[in-house]
């Protein structure tokens, strides 16, 4: 048998760096295994092949983590307005299915296998704390019988939800991380990232941070006050960051579905694999030692954490086998200009264009501004119907010409 792994705190504990993976609804979307609306992870059971090389590439480009596929694999999502999945295949098949992918790819390399919770359709639609808590509960039975290495609770908008998926994952004795989806000004209910961060640690997560909804320079700010949070309250809680890849400084409070791209015109927002190296040293020098990435980022991207980080974790990912560092590798190339490229300032100064004279480099969000306990946000079985489809396209038309 091979040796036991560093357990996800032995590594934090030691000041090691621990490399996260990037994002699967994403980039299983643009290749056709994901649909973005419901966004939920039934590939890991119709198309296994298509998750597992994610995995791999995201292995191979530096990840220490495989997070399972199990984004939205909660009951109630996955039979949420109109979603096939629980019925034709179940919750629980899908879960599982996710899991023995993420052990088998983990097991050819040095990564661990972390099960994975998000926020629910039953939270906003006001359920009871105790109804919110036995939905994240059958997906933790799987996790715990497949025996996952640690749990993450992510992308919730509102600590109180987080704080319940934090307890309920406690009961495994599994080390927790926990990250909200929030910007510096806080949930969605107004609490800001410094007490999000308290009372998640009080809640018994070991690892806290943010993922998803905002680009990494706004993630650092929202980290940076969640640090400055739990050090007012003298908490000793490790920090973890997994940004979009995507440039957001024009989102409002609610992130970047707010964005009119949102999903499916955000090409030109896409970070180069510069603009990762500055955000993994900058997350590094805040002190943050679980670095990865969400929506948006590709192995390409981790593997630019993994080359920025490659002087203090001493060696570099496989994926550097085909990529010269800071550019290095276009000294092979055939044209002299291209060459001339193959250094580490012409990458670091580089502004690059967008290509698109007409259009504006800034959005304006949509700001609806509602949230749970609002009408609009009560989740529903049945499919959307036509007539309240008609309603919310009425509604985007006044609130544009406002
Ligand atoms: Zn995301």
Known sequence: MAPAKKSILDRLNSGEVVIGDGGFVFA????????????????????P????????????????VMQTFTFYA??????????????????????????????????????LVAGGVSQTPSYLSCKSESEVKTIFRKQLEVFTSKNVDFLIAEYFEHVEEAQWAVQVL??????????LCIGPTGDLNGVSPGDCAVKLGKAGADIVGVNCHFDPMTCLKTVKLMKEGLEAAKMKVHLM?????????????????????????????????????????????????????????????????AEELAPERGFLPQASEKHGSWGSGLDMHTKPWVRA??????????????????????????????????????????????????QLFTKQKEKCCV
């Open 28 to 47: 299983l979307e643009k290749r056709g295994y994901v649909k973005a609306g419901p966004w939920t992870p039934e590939a890991a059971v119709e198309h």
């Open 49 to 64: 092949e298509a998750v597992r090389q994610l995995h791999r590439e995201f292995l191979r480009a530096g990840s220490n």
């Open 74 to 111: 909660s009951d109630d999502k996955l039979e949420n307005r109109g979603n096939y999945v629980a019925e034709k295949i179940s919750g629980r098949k899908v879960n599982e299915a996710a899991c023995d992918i993420a052990r088998e790819v983990a097991g050819e390399g040095d990564a």
């Open 170 to 179: 406690k009961e495994s004795g599994k080390p927790v991380a926990a990250t």
């Open 241 to 305: 960051i997994q940004p979009l890849a995507y440039h957001t400084p024009d989102c409002g409070h609610q992130g970047f579905i707010d964005l009119p791209e949102f999903p499916f015109a955000l090409e030109p927002r896409v970070l180069s694999r510069w603009d990762v190296h500055k955000y993994a040293r900058e997350a590094y020098n805040l002190g943050v030692r679980y670095i990865g990435g969400c929506c948006g980022f590709e192995p390409y991207h981790i593997r630019a954490i």
């Open 341 to 390: 490229r193959a250094r580490k300032e012409y990458w670091e100064k580089l502004s690059p264009a967008s290509g698109r004279p007409f259009c504006p480099s800034l959005s304006h969000p949509d700001s609806w501004g509602v949230t749970k306990g609002h009408a609009d946000l009560l989740q529903q079985k049945e499919a959307t119907s036509e007539e309240q489809l008609k």
